[in-house]
């Protein structure tokens, strides 16, 4: 069955460093996600991306977050300057479909994205 | 998108039916109900679907009634394994998941 997958499953940094989160969506999925979870809390949406453009962000998606699809396969999010407050379970997740009817989203099994 | 409400948790036995209701006294016309379930440090899973009525599918089945303002999930027979937290999700725009706390179960043997 396919299935989306996130590399590392385990991240480590310094308070200050970028990070690239990665992520290979199904690969006939046309919708990307991203979502975090701070330990013990909600899962939290971040951004959608549909046709090579953000086509929703929530406002824990600021300035120091960036989404990209460089490749065919590929979904990246970076965090240009980590906070020790980003410390949160990271979850890519893609759909086929974006708007109504049934739609079911696929999330991976996150990247543990701990800054120090 | 409709407020949800559901118990904070729910304690059940190896082999019982489960039963998870959730409320949403403003779900608009063009909403859908959506179960997604959570086992520890994994990725939410999608369970079930429904807009009225029943749905069935080979995991759980989901009862919605006439005016929609609940749902209830229904899981046969758990095992230890749907150990898990389980949210209700309500909305028509899937261009994102709203997440709610959910609802932990846990199975005891």
Not at chain 1, 8 to 25: A, D, K, N, Y
Request: charged share 20%.
């Amino acid at each position: 069955e396919p299935e989306v997958t996130q590399t590392p499953s385990h991240q480590v940094t310094q308070m200050g460093q970028e990070v690239i989160l990665r992520c290979v969506p199904i690969s006939n999925h046309l919708y990307f996600y991203w979502y975090r979870q701070i330990l013990g809390q909600k899962v939290e949406f971040l951004v959608s991306f549909y046709n090579n453009e953000i086509s929703e962000k929530s406002e824990i998606f600021d300035d120091q977050f960036s989404v990209e699809r460089p490749d065919g396969s590929n979904f990246t999010l970076k965090i240009r300057s980590t906070k020790l407050e980003d410390s949160a379970m990271y979850f890519c997740a893609s759909s086929v479909t974006g708007t109504g009817g049934l739609y079911e989203q696929f999330f991976g099994p996150g990247t543990r994205l701990t800054v120090l | 998108l409709a407020k949800t409400t559901q118990p904070i948790s729910m304690d059940s036995y190896e082999g019982q039916e489960v039963n998870i209701t959730c409320s949403h006294n403003n779900i608009a016309t063009n909403d859908y109900i959506t179960w997604y379930q959570q086992f520890p440090s994994q990725g939410p899973r999608f369970i079930i679907q429904g807009y009225k009525t029943k749905v069935t599918n080979e995991v759980a089945s989901l009862f919605i009634p006439a005016d929609r303002k609940s749902s209830t999930l229904s899981l046969p027979r758990v095992s230890l394994s749907d150990t898990a937290v389980y949210y209700c999700l309500v909305g028509a725009n899937t261009d994102k998941l709203i997440f709610g706390t959910g609802t932990r179960l846990q199975v005891f043997p």
